[in-house]
Nanobody
Framework: VQLQASGGGLVQPGGSLRLSCAAS????????IGWFRRAPGKEREWVSC????????IYADSVKGRFTISRDNAKNTVYLQMNSLKPEDTAVYYC?????????????WGQGTLVTVSS
């Protein structure tokens, strides 16, 4: 089971980025996939999760209305579209898989991708 996060980079405030989380070794539509982030000097923060069991999607209040999570089961990939980015969104972003599909207990983690929001 492997998760590969990609798509990070440097973007100006107000800009957009789309992160991808590609799954291999398992069928991602049998798992809930969540995104987390860790900003410099801070604890890891949960960002969003998508469950395929009932199609539910949830977001942290800090990103609600700006970030959109989606999945392409044919590509075994989950995306995080990030719009209206702010400097406080700067962090290493990780994706993780929850086999219970409840967005609660994440057993598999990918490596992170760095997002830097700066002018």
């Amino acid at each position: 089971v492997q998760l590969q996060a990609s798509g990070g980079g440097l973007v100006q405030p107000g800009g957009s980025l789309r992160l991808s989380c590609a799954a291999s070794g398992f069928t991602s539509d049998r798992y809930a996939i969540g995104w987390f982030r860790r900003a410099p000097g801070k604890e890891r923060e949960w960002v969003s999760c998508i469950s395929n069991s009932d199609g539910s999607i949830i977001y942290a209040d800090s990103v609600k209305g700006r970030f959109t999570i989606s999945r392409d089961n044919a590509k075994n990939t989950v995306y995080l579209q990030m719009n209206s980015l702010k400097p406080e969104d700067t962090a290493v972003y990780y994706c993780a898989a929850d086999p219970s599909m409840l967005c609660e207990v994440y057993e598999y983690w990918g490596q992170g991708t760095l997002v830097t929001v700066s002018s």
